[in-house]
């Protein structure tokens, strides 16, 4: 399976302890070289630089497609815009997205993306981790990740740590944001 990561997925994942869940799930991860700057930028050593250059599971990439990086951003930061160039490179089955401009690009160029709260969710479906709201809450109060109340329920509604039955589609609730 070959597995995109843009910036903020690293450093949220890392802010809250939980960087390795990206090998435990998908086993090696591909950052482009966009994605490795921005983890690094204005000489800080941004939450999850350490942990990238640490693993070998992490691979970076140069864009091949600097058209298309350059197309995209138009409406995407560099991360995001070389994240799916690279992902439509390597074909690759994933990307790792939080951004909803980078999400929608992504899925309208045929992608299937996945962000921070999917994550969570999918370690949780895998056993990997046992309750997802102890880092929803991690999130909010040390990675500064918003989250609203409304999707913060949801994933505790998909997650079943609400008690409550209501059906909501995590794509659609994170849309919303």
Do not use: C
Not at 27 to 52: F, H, M, Q, T, Y
Not at 86 to 93: S, V
Not at 130 to 148: I, K, M, N, W
């Amino acid at each position: 399976m070959i597995v995109v990561s843009d910036t903020s997925p690293l450093t949220n994942l890392a802010a809250i302890g939980q960087f390795d869940l990206l090998h435990q799930l998908y086993a090696e991860v591909r950052i482009a070289d966009g994605v490795w700057d921005e983890l690094n930028a204005n000489g800080k050593r941004w939450p999850g630089s350490d942990n990238v250059a640490a693993v070998s599971w992490v691979r970076r990439h140069a864009v091949q497609n600097r058209w298309l990086v350059i197309a995209l951003q138009r409406d995407l930061d560099r991360g995001e815009a070389e994240s799916i160039a690279l992902a439509l490179e390597l074909g690759a089955d994933l990307v790792v997205m939080d951004e909803k401009e980078g999400r929608h690009a992504a899925q309208r160029l045929g992608l299937k993306v996945i962000g921070v709260l999917g994550i969570l969710l999918e370690a949780k479906s895998k056993g990997a981790i046992d309750r997802v709201r102890p880092f929803l809450d991690a999130l909010r109060q040390t990675a500064g990740f918003y989250l609203s109340e409304s999707l913060y329920q949801a994933v505790l509604t998909l997650a079943s740590e609400n008690g409550t039955a209501v059906e909501v589609e995590l794509d659609k609730a994170e849309d919303e944001e």
